[in-house]
């Protein structure tokens, strides 16, 4: 079955570390995004990718990176620079053939501050 | 810019109508969907209106007004496992290259009870 696989599903972080977040999808989309949930709130567009090798900042990029060398990965690392990182990830993808093609979304990556 | 308002939490009894609200301000609209997500899971999709009027999927309907720049989504027979929390997006036009960029509301937290 196709889908999106985050990994892993809970994820530490010490002090001044980077640590990344894995995205694979076998869904052959072209797009591709990252997503922060805190409680109560909705979803915060933190990078999208329209296609490989490009990708463009949301609204939260600071102190986040990601890169997009393959059309099935889009990995996000959480900087030192980003001194709010705990939070649930979410990643998405999405076909860009049709204008009413919805998200496709993984199970998410808790993030937490050791 | 954009902005969604809709209702924190609700609550209703099993086999129960419930309508959750959204309205939303943007400078320019494609369409407006609907997603469901259960504690601490993925968001799943549920429906998507670009015209007005009332879309029809099983238990659950979507109504659109963009006139009034509002829509909601119905659930009828509610069922315990109908709990999960509920976000809007919308989709603004004149995203950089025509990208797909939705923006999602604070999410309305259903709570079904026996």
């Known amino acids: 079955d196709g889908g999106i696989t985050q990994s892993p599903k809970y994820l530490f972080r010490k002090e001044g570390q980077n640590v990344t977040l894995s995205c694979e999808q076998n869904?052959?989309?072209?797009?591709m995004y990252w997503y922060r949930q805190d409680p109560g709130q909705g979803l915060r567009l933190i990078y999208y990718?329209?296609?490989?090798?490009?990708?463009q900042k949301g609204d939260i990029a600071e102190g986040y990176s990601v890169s997009r060398e393959k059309k099935e990965s889009f990995p996000l690392t959480v900087t030192s620079a980003q001194k709010n990182p705990t939070a649930f990830y979410l990643c998405?993808?999405?076909?860009?053939?049709?204008?009413?093609?919805?998200?496709?979304f993984g199970d998410g990556t808790r993030l937490s501050i050791l | 810019g954009q902005s969604l308002e809709q209702p924190s939490e609700v609550t209703a009894v099993e086999g129960a109508i419930v309508q959750i609200n959204c309205t939303y301000q943007?400078?320019?609209?494609?369409?407006l969907s609907w997603y469901q997500q259960h504690d601490g899971g993925a968001p799943t999709f549920l429906s998507y209106?670009?015209?007005?009027g009332l879309e029809e999927t099983g238990r659950f309907s979507s109504f659109l007004s963009r006139s009034d720049s509002y829509g909601y989504l119905l659930l009828q027979e509610l069922q315990m496992k109908d709990s999960a929390s509920y976000f809007c997006?919308?989709?603004?036009?004149?995203?950089?290259?025509?990208?797909?960029?939705?923006?999602f509301g604070r999410g309305t937290s259903l709570i079904v009870h026996p």
């Open positions: 998405a993808s999405r076909t860009r053939v049709g204008i009413n093609q919805p998200q496709h």
């Open positions: 869904l052959n989309h072209d797009a």
């Open positions: 990718s329209q296609i490989v090798n490009d990708f």
């Open positions: 943007t400078s320019g609209f494609y369409g």
């Open positions: 209106n670009a015209l007005d």
């Open positions: 997006a919308v989709r603004e036009s004149g995203a950089p290259g025509g990208s797909y960029i939705p923006t």
